[in-house]
């Protein structure tokens, strides 16, 4: 069995009250961080942004034993979040959170990585208008796949997407078509993409789990190894 390489940390809505509880609640984040996190008006919402950055110390404490109140972070020129100072280990991590779940995953080895959470089948509105951001690749495969199946492949073509992009730090500025992804199905996901050198998805790992009927999520790893995503799910 492959050694993982990246741990993926998952978080249900239904036990963020318990563990934002149990980490130490705001008290635990930096000034700059609780003020991020307060400028969020939704209660709702505002509780998923404080579990998420509990949650990303909670993984990175997991991974080197290092107590929860002894993360400081910086943030990139692309916007996302680092560890400082950095660790032995050069641990990167990726948070997202949808309805009903926030995700982290953590690499070591200064790895960038990336996640993406959504709910899973894709709407009404996502089904009518998503695929004609798509590239020609995806969207001749996704004309074979059942019309009951299409709405849970546009919803993992899409989460499949934004955690490239995230890794790549790019975010949607990219043009969505110039990215494709084909083998949803097949068991090996691969990646094309118009401004890598071909094959592209030699130097990336794409994982894309179910953790329940209504989510989806994917991750990306550069450098990762197949089979090597280990999967926490809190609560469970």
């Not at 993360?71 to 950095?86: A, N």
């Not at 790549?168 to 990219?174: D, F, I, S």
């Not at 084909?182 to 996901?189: A, E, M, Q, V």
């Amino acid at each position: 069995m492959p050694t993982p390489d990246r741990h993926l940390w998952l978080l249900p809505d239904s036990a963020a009250d318990a563990f934002i509880a149990r980490t130490g609640g705001p008290a635990l984040l930096d000034p700059a961080e609780r003020a991020r996190c307060e400028r969020v008006l939704a209660p709702r919402e505002r509780r998923r942004r404080l579990a998420a950055r509990l949650l990303a110390r909670h993984a990175l404490s997991s991974r080197t034993g290092r107590p929860l109140n002894s993360w400081r972070f910086h943030t990139t020129s692309d916007g996302r979040p680092e560890p400082e100072p950095s660790t032995d280990h050069r641990l990167r991590f990726n948070l997202s959170h949808t309805d009903g779940l926030t995700a982290c995953v953590v690499t070591d080895g200064g790895r960038t990585c990336g996640v993406d959470a959504e709910r899973s089948p894709a709407g009404a509105d996502a089904v009518a208008h998503l695929p004609r951001f798509f590239a020609d690749r995806e969207r001749t495969e996704l004309a074979t796949v059942p019309d009951a199946d299409r709405p849970g492949h546009i919803a993992a073509y899409w989460v499949l997407k934004e955690a490239y992009l995230k890794a790549l730090g790019t975010g949607l500025r990219r043009d969505l078509s110039t990215i494709a992804f084909t083998g949803l199905t097949g068991g090996h996901i691969r990646l094309y993409d118009t401004d890598q050198p071909q094959p592209a998805d030699d130097r990336w790992q794409f994982d894309l789990i179910h953790p329940s009927p209504g989510h989806v999520v994917a991750v990306a790893a550069e450098g990762g190894a197949p089979g090597g995503l280990f999967t926490t799910t809190l609560g469970d």
